[in-house]
């Protein structure tokens, strides 16, 4: 389970630099760097959705009860590459007709499904005892 606290840590270490990157990028422009950062509202979702899944973590490995180990690296895997789908496309105008990025965003959605529905169902059957 210790592994959903090293995911949070990523997500946030990941927000954190995305938060700098877009404070340069947009109110202290250095040359290049704002022409580097091509979706600057792409990179907002990146953001958003890593302080998300580092909440989710946080939450799941706060509740004490016992998740399967799997599950919680699905989770941890799948919730930090699926806002670096953004953060990539954030920097590539292209993103989105690549077919590497398509399957990579395919293995980290299905990751992350796996992950989500798995402690949440382990969750529902602790509630019921």
């Known amino acids: 389970m210790k592994i959903l606290l090293i995911g949070a840590a990523a997500c946030i270490t990941a927000l954190i630099l995305s938060a700098w990157l877009m ?6 422009p250095i040359k290049g760097v ?6 600057y509202k792409t990179m907002i979702r990146a953001h ?3 302080a998300l899944m580092a909440l989710f973590g946080l939450a799941f490995y706060g509740l004490g009860i016992e998740l399967p180990a799997i599950a919680c690296v699905c989770l941890a895997i799948g919730g930090f590459t ?3 789908i953004f953060t990539i496309a954030a920097f590539d105008t292209n993103f989105w007709e690549k077919k590497r990025w398509k399957i990579f965003s395919a293995i980290s959605f299905i990751l992350t499904t796996i992950g989500f529905m798995w ?6 059957l602790h509630a019921m005892h």
């Open 48 to 50: 958003i959705d890593y």
């Open 82 to 84: 699926n806002p670096t």
């Open 34 to 39: 704002d022409e580097f950062l091509i979706d």
């Open 23 to 28: 404070t340069f990028a947009k109110w202290f």
């Open 119 to 124: 402690i949440t169902f382990t969750i529902l």
